[in-house]
Nanobody, 125 residues
Framework: QVQLVESGGGLVQAGDSLRLSCAAS????????VGWFRQAPGKEREFVAT????????NYADSVKGRFTISRDNAKNTAYLEMNSLKPEDTALYYC??????????????????WGQGTQVTVSS
């Protein structure tokens, strides 16, 4: 069972940057695609970004493309989400998720098997 722990959230101003981290408990993590999702109050959880198990291929939601960068360091069992030019509409609880081993990365919540507890990102205007 892979356990995921997110960190790096906080309160920032519009235009600032943050880097979220997702630390995994098991080496199996290096064989899983990783996704970042977010959920704002009263809204459904939405896809933000995903990366393949190798780190070679990434995909982003249109709303964050060009501002956010997903990456991973399998040697450290950790994935990252670098967020630049933050906007108030980026305010949400951010979740890290992982697929089953060797599964293809997807953009839907149902495709991810392991989930963290989330880290809050609040962007003030």
């Amino acid at each position: 069972q892979v356990q995921l722990v997110e960190s790096g959230g906080g309160l920032v101003q519009a235009g600032d940057s943050l880097r979220l981290s997702c630390a995994a408990s098991e080496r199996t993590f290096s064989t899983c695609a990783v996704g970042w999702f977010r959920q704002a109050p009263g809204k459904e959880r939405e896809f933000v970004a995903t990366v393949t198990w190798s780190g070679a291929v990434t995909n982003y939601a249109d709303s964050v493309k060009g501002r956010f960068t997903i990456s991973r360091d399998n040697a450290k069992n950790t994935a990252y989400l670098e967020m630049n030019s933050l906007k108030p509409e980026d305010t949400a609880l951010y979740y890290c998720a992982a697929t089953r081993p060797y599964a293809s990365p997807r953009t839907t919540v149902a495709e991810y098997y392991y989930w963290g507890q989330g880290t809050q990102v609040t962007v003030s205007s």
